[in-house]
């Protein structure tokens, strides 16, 4: 852990996301406004002492938005990449552990959702179900977790010829204590490494879904369909469209050093 | 060669069949009856021209049953017809009795959306080239770091945000730039010339949109590559030889550095296949995108159900596409594949 932090980048990251996260954990301590009440005696007013942020068209204080907003943005990107990984190191010990017939259905399935433009799947299963926060979670983790399937069968099938994994088969070791005790904990820098990085990505697709409808439903709001709004009024309120923008910026910026610089900190291969 | 490119379409026909099930398992997850929504449509619409519907589409039947007509029809490329947009075929064009033309949904908006990503992916090599090789021979030092900075914000960047934000300002506070559609009005009584301008003045800012975090990942995975590159011995053995940096540079580091390059464009085309929905709905481009994305809303089946496969189907020719081109540009691949 010290390691890791003493990166730079992974440093930076990690300061950005800690703020976020402790502004969206306490954000209904420290909300000026409640985020979905309606005021048609302030609509959109620029940002000023009272709307740090402006407000929207319907009066109500983006400031106040923004905050509930990160809750939405942290809550997708975390649970729909714990689904992701958790699929992923499912099915990538089973495939690289057990290898055979198993393990060449697992990658065919991999290929098979790789090669459906994964926005478009997404998309048309939202089209099929409700929008909603829970079944966005649920359908980004399930359209996302091929990366990780083939990181952990690599690191399975690269571990598994290792001389300590080879001596403690030999010492007559279960299929559970070689793969929980040996296998898995040594491949778990790159695991977490990519679900650092999926977090970014997942943010990014969360806030693209509810910009274009098929996200996060209003009242409740998202980064993503602030922008929607934003949109709508951009001639005339550029704070609409400003703030929602940076945020999703910072975070997935966040993400992404985080992620990086712990591949280069755990990493020793990249460390030339 | 010819025994390579069989073994590799061979290899298409199972993940074909998966991304069928696949596609046929979502049209399933609806809830309700698919003839619901498209009667929704039209008030008038009776139970009996529904049991039509149903019959058409062979909702009377199992399951299984369904899925063999299915597969069968998407064999033959028939796609059917749009349930929202009159009946219009989805795919390609047909004929009726009065010999009256309907041209194909996809048929129209699929050339929109290759030329969009053809035009993205030379501005992406055009770009990111130069900038990932100045960010190798410069590494850690000023011009390197401002490039990685780039490259980060580049990915971070939400390309809905930065469309809204440059439609601001290059369409509405300084109108240098159309920021919706394909062509201005009058389209049609501009010359030759005049046309390609208009419409290639529309696509400045979607193929910027859809090309930039492309231009990011490319960027440093030619500067990673580089630096790999300059390692290897063989690249010492050049300068020991005497031959002059640029050729080292140029001639020996960054041909081998290139080759990856060719798999990863073949990856990237469900990316920029997919992300054009954003970029197409925003500048409303009738593309394959804003196609996909207005049959979502109105949960126009048809159309989802074949976009979804001649994506995918788009995909897999695009990887046989970059694996050919590895085995032409590598000679290592290539002799492997020849025996």
């Not at chain 1, 800690?18 to 954000?27: E, P």
């Not at chain 1, 089973?94 to 697992?106: A, E, H, L």
């Not at chain 1, 602030?226 to 940076?246: H, N, Q, R």
């Not at chain 2, 410069?138 to 770091?145: F, I, V």
């Amino acid at each position: 852990m010290r390691r890791a932090l003493s990166n730079p980048m992974a440093l930076g990251g990690f300061v950005i996301i800690a703020i976020i996260m402790l502004l969206a954990v306490s954000a209904p301590l420290i909300v000026p406004f409640d985020p979905e009440a309606i005021d048609v005696k302030s609509i959109l007013l620029p940002p000023s002492s009272t709307h740090w942020m402006g407000t929207d068209g319907l009066g109500r204080d983006v400031f106040s938005r923004m905050l509930y907003g990160a809750r939405v943005s942290l809550m997708v990107g975390i649970v729909a990449v714990g689904i992701a990984t958790l699929i992923g190191i499912v099915l990538g010990s089973i495939s690289g552990y057990y290898r055979g017939w198993v393990d060449v259905f697992i990658m065919r399935l991999v290929d098979v959702m790789l090669s459906i433009p994964t926005f478009f799947l997404i998309l048309a299963v939202i089209a099929f179900l409700t929008p909603s926060i829970w079944n966005i979670m649920i359908v980004i983790g399930l359209t996302s977790w091929m990366g990780v399937t083939r990181l952990v069968r690599a690191e399975f099938l690269s571990l598994r010829n290792r001389e300590f994994v080879m001596a403690s088969e030999t010492l007559g070791a279960r299929d559970g204590r070689l793969i929980f005790r040996h296998l898995l904990p040594n491949s778990l820098t790159p695991i977490i490494v990519s679900s650092v990085l999926g977090v970014a990505s997942a943010v990014l697709v969360e806030s693209g879904l509810s910009f274009l409808g098929l996200g996060v439903q209003a009242p409740q709001s998202s980064w993503g369909n602030i922008l929607t709004d934003g949109k709508e009024y951009i001639e005339f309120a550029w704070w609409l469209s400003l703030f929602p923008g940076l945020a999703i910026l910072i975070t997935v910026l966040g993400y992404n050093l985080l992620g990086e610089g712990l591949r280069d900190a755990l990493d020793p291969r990249s460390s030339n | 060669m010819i025994r390579y490119l069989l073994n590799r379409i061979f290899w298409m026909v199972p993940l074909l069949i998966g991304i069928s099930l696949i596609s046929f398992f979502i049209m399933h997850l609806a809830p309700g009856d698919i003839t619901a929504s498209e009667a929704s449509f039209d008030p008038r619409a009776s139970e009996e021209s529904r049991q039509k519907l149903r019959e058409l589409y062979n909702l009377d039947k199992p399951v299984i049953v369904q899925y063999g007509l299915w597969l069968k029809r998407m064999a033959t490329l028939d796609f059917g017809t749009s349930f929202a947009s009159h009946q219009r075929p989805v795919f390609w064009q047909t004929t009726d009795e009065q010999g009256n033309v309907r041209k194909g949904m996809i048929q129209q908006a699929l050339p929109i959306t290759l030329l969009i990503n053809v035009l993205s992916l030379v501005l992406i090599i055009a770009v990111a080239l130069p900038l990932g090789v100045i960010s190798a021979l410069t590494r850690n030092r000023a011009p390197d770091r401002a490039i990685t900075l780039f490259v980060f914000i580049g990915f971070a960047i939400p390309g809905f945000w930065l469309a809204l934000m440059l439609m601001y300002w290059t369409g509405v506070v300084n109108n240098w730039l159309p920021i919706s559609g394909l062509h201005s009005i009058g389209y049609e009584n501009m010359g030759a010339i005049a046309q390609i301008f208009d419409t290639l003045k529309h696509l400045v800012l979607p193929v910027f949109i859809s090309g930039l975090s492309g231009l990011a990942g490319i960027s440093l995975f030619v500067r990673n590559g580089m630096l790999d590159v300059l390692h290897q011995d063989y690249i010492t053995t050049a300068r020991a030889k005497g031959l002059s940096e640029n050729t080292v540079v140029y001639g020996h580091a960054l041909r081998n550095a290139l080759l990856p390059l060719i798999t990863i464009f073949g990856l990237s085309i469900p990316g920029l296949i997919g992300g054009s929905v954003i970029a197409e709905s925003i500048f409303a481009i009738p593309g394959m995108g804003k196609l996909f994305y207005d049959a979502v809303l109105m949960r126009d089946f048809p159309v989802i159900m074949g976009i979804l496969t001649i994506g995918a189907a788009l995909t897999l020719i695009g990887n046989l596409l970059a694996d050919l081109a590895y085995a032409w540009a590598d000679p290592r691949v290539r002799r492997g594949v020849m025996q």
